[in-house]
């Protein structure tokens, strides 16, 4: 796959022409951040790249746009053209039917802290987890602490705590006073990888600890 690039006026924006049709003719996909890229996994792939800013398809290119001047096109430019030609590679269709994630949909029975809650989680939060290629999932609100769960790479990652505790209470009790603190919750599956896990590291000399 030889993949052509096109400037465009704004000096942040690259179109990249692939040479294979990305939508049918006269339609366009935009992407303005991680969170909507739910329904496509070309785009998810694109926003991990670190320095993406937003990812725009036409029907015979890509419009990747970067996060700022700082952010080098030498260096971004290669991690794109890989990971195009991976996606087409693996025949994986460009769109696909996914529905955003239901559990911070507002409905109409949600009080004010909860929407305001699935609101912070969708704009401010879920993106950054995501680029880490996790997610966070809206569990509950009860009794002034949030309830949620880490899935994808967060769900056994030692710092998804920290991050949980540190960044996301931070950010929640900042915006939302009603919030008193942040709370993981577990499935079954990770609380028997978690006693397995303790119960390997008991069995350990001290000094192999």
């Not at 746009?65 to 460009?94: C, H, R, S």
């Not at 609100?141 to 769900?155: D, H, P, R, Y």
Request: proline share 7%; net charge negative.
């Amino acid at each position: 796959m030889f993949i052509q690039t096109q400037d465009t006026p704004n000096p942040n924006s690259l179109k990249f022409i692939p040479g294979v049709t990305i939508l049918e003719p006269g339609q366009t996909k935009d992407f303005p951040n991680a969170t909507e890229s739910y329904c496509s996994p070309l785009a998810k792939m694109l926003f991990r790249i670190d320095g993406v800013k937003s990812v725009f398809y036409g029907p015979d290119f890509i419009t990747v746009t970067k996060v700022d001047e700082d952010v080098d096109w030498n260096l971004l430019k290669p991690e794109i053209f890989a990971t195009i030609m991976d996606f087409f590679a693996a025949g994986l269709p460009v769109l696909t039917e996914e529905q955003p994630s239901s559990d911070t949909q507002i409905n109409e029975n949600d009080d004010e802290i909860v929407q305001m809650i699935k609101e912070l989680l969708d704009t401010r939060i879920r993106p950054t987890v995501q680029e880490d290629g996790g997610d966070i999932v809206f569990v509950g609100f009860e009794n002034g602490i949030v309830k949620l769960k880490m899935q994808g790479s967060c769900t056994s990652c030692p710092s998804s705590v920290v991050t949980l505790k540190n960044g996301v209470q931070n950010m929640m009790q900042f915006y939302i006073p009603e919030v008193l603190g942040v709370e993981q919750i577990e499935d079954e599956s990770q609380k028997v990888a978690k006693s397995e896990f303790e119960k390997f590291e008991s069995k350990l000399p001290e000094n192999d600890k």
